[in-house]
């Protein structure tokens, strides 16, 4: 049995931005279902909504700040949550990394680096919680300066660091090296600087035993110009420790079978249910009530990533043909103007949500018929997975995460039951309106239909596989 330590800034149910909660809410259950004694730690966010008990445990001094640690226990589960309290520091309402303006929080760099350390007097059994590490698993650059640290202490634990999306890097200006008190033999081109910038993610990259992304393609990605953001020559020198692991998603919380905040739960075998999710889903967000009509379902950041521009392109030549959007996004406020101006425009045809709902969430991949992720670049994709589990059919550009886990619908796809939903490459609005005709096509074939639905709920999202391998990497260290 390992002591592992998973150093996060989100991690659902607690709190969650994206798929890193969703990934930080199900490995350790994962992990720990596996024999392996896990504890996750994660700032108090004063949004952080904890389902048990909280009690404290220890405060410590680091950097002058008193911070308090308390325990939680992760969701229908036996992982323990170590909660970092400073409320100065993670003491405000609202979204963790972001202020109410939009704009990152003016102390991030302070914030994570707290955290940072903190993570360290943990892993390193200095916090009197009597438990020291053997690994310490750390995700994304809120956590980068982590391996960092740990760097200059003896009999340090093994560290993994985890790209969850490499176009966020933490990245602060110089002056921040100095201020934050970090040892100045991290302040090289082969460490912490980058570019004359002080990059977190670095930490990670560099420091760390072995560097994982969320799924093989991705992996390969990163090490080429084009999705590498300055950091693919790293990249490959580390190429030996670098190694692409599928996210698995949590198939207790997405199940069409039991999930309770859809209106009629229905499996693979009793498909016909799924309909009354789609008559909930079109009442609820006032679109006319047709079973006829293919709905396409959004749910994203509206960021660049996303590729959502590339849907907004042709979306009036779209909306001329019979068919149904349920947009829910939140993200760049452009992008959110420009659908709630179509939105108003095509009441009958489009709907828009703006703002973070869960459960609107799971009503969107059980009532529509089609899921759309146009994205640029994946490193993984949630969506794809949840909307295969639900019979849902992604249509996805052919990236990341994306290509690993969507078999695309050709004539040999669909006859020997592997097809999965539809694959498109191109990122321009054109190669995305071809797959969307696609669709449309595919949908008048209802055999083939639901020969690809059943395909796409039979497969195995669970986190079975990719948490054995996560321990294989750990034991190989
Ligand atoms: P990313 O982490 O890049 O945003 P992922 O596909 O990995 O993309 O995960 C996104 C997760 O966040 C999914 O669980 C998705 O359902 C959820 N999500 C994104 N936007 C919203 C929203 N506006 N409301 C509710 N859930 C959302
Ligand atoms: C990031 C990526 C997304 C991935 C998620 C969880 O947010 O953008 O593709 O699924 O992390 O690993």
Not at 39 to 58: D, V, W
Not at 96 to 111: L, V, W
Not at 411 to 423: F, K, L, M, R, W
Not at 439 to 462: C, E, H, V
């Amino acid at each position: 049995m390992k002591k592992i330590l998973f150093v996060t800034s989100e991690a659902h149910p607690l709190i969650k931005t994206g798929g890193l909660g969703d990934v930080a809410g199900s490995l350790p259950k994962a992990l720990a279902e596996l024999g392996q004694d896990v504890r996750l730690i994660i700032p108090n966010y004063q949004s952080l909504k904890a389902s048990g008990e909280i009690h404290f445990l220890t405060s410590l001094r680091v950097d002058n700040m008193s911070v308090n640690i308390l325990e939680t226990q992760l969701q229908d589960s036996a992982v323990k949550v170590w909660l970092v309290d400073q409320p100065e520091y993670f003491g405000h309402p609202g979204n963790p990394y972001i202020d109410e303006t939009g704009n990152d929080r003016a102390n991030n760099a302070e914030r994570f680096a707290l955290f940072c350390r903190i993570a360290v007097e943990v892993a390193m059994n200095r916090a009197n919680l009597d438990w020291k590490a053997d690994v310490v698993h750390c995700n994304d650059w809120q956590t980068g300066l982590v391996p960092a640290l740990l760097s200059f202490e003896d009999y340090l634990p093994a560290s993994v660091f985890t790209i969850h999306n490499l176009a966020y890097q933490g990245l602060f200006p110089a002056s921040k090296f100095y201020s934050l008190n970090l040892p100045g033999r991290l302040w090289t081109p082969d460490g912490l600087e980058f570019h004359g910038l002080l990059s977190f993610i670095k930490g990670g990259l560099v420091y760390s035993d072995r560097i994982t992304t969320v799924s093989p393609t991705y992996a390969k990605e990163i090490q080429s110009p084009e999705l590498g953001y300055n950091l693919d020559g790293l990249l490959t020198y580390r190429n030996a420790s670098l190694i692409g692991i599928i996210n698995g998603i949590d198939v207790d919380q997405w199940n069409p079978a039991t999930d309770t905040h859809i209106s009629q739960q229905y499996d693979v075998h009793s498909l016909e249910r799924k309909a009354a999710n789609k008559t909930a889903l079109q009442q609820r967000l006032g679109l006319p009530v047709d079973s006829a009509i293919p709905v396409f379902g959004v749910i994203t950041r509206l960021v660049e990533q996303k590729g959502i521009d590339l849907l907004l392109q042709y979306l009036p030549e779209l909306i001329a043909m019979p068919v149904q959007f349920a947009v829910l996004g939140s993200g760049d406020h452009a992008i959110e103007l420009k659908l709630q101006e179509l939105a108003v425009a095509y009441p009958d045809k489009l709907s828009v949500t703006i703002g973070y709902d869960e459960v609107l969430s799971h009503s969107i991949e059980a009532g529509a018929d089609i899921f759309i992720m146009p994205s640029r670049f994946e490193p993984c994709g949630m969506n794809q997975m949840y909307s295969q589990r639900y019979g849902t059919l992604p249509i996805v550009r052919k990236t990341g995460g994306l290509a690993d886990t969507v078999e695309d619908a050709l004539p040999e796809t669909i006859a020997n039951d592997t097809a999965s939903g539809i694959v498109f490459n191109e990122a321009t609005p054109g190669s995305l309106l071809e797959a969307i005709k696609r669709a449309l096509l595919l949908y008048q074939n209802p055999a083939a239909w639901k020969r690809i639905q059943a395909r796409g709920m039979s497969k195995d999202f669970s986190w079975q596989q990719s948490a054995k391998q996560y321990l294989a990497l750990y034991d190989g260290i």
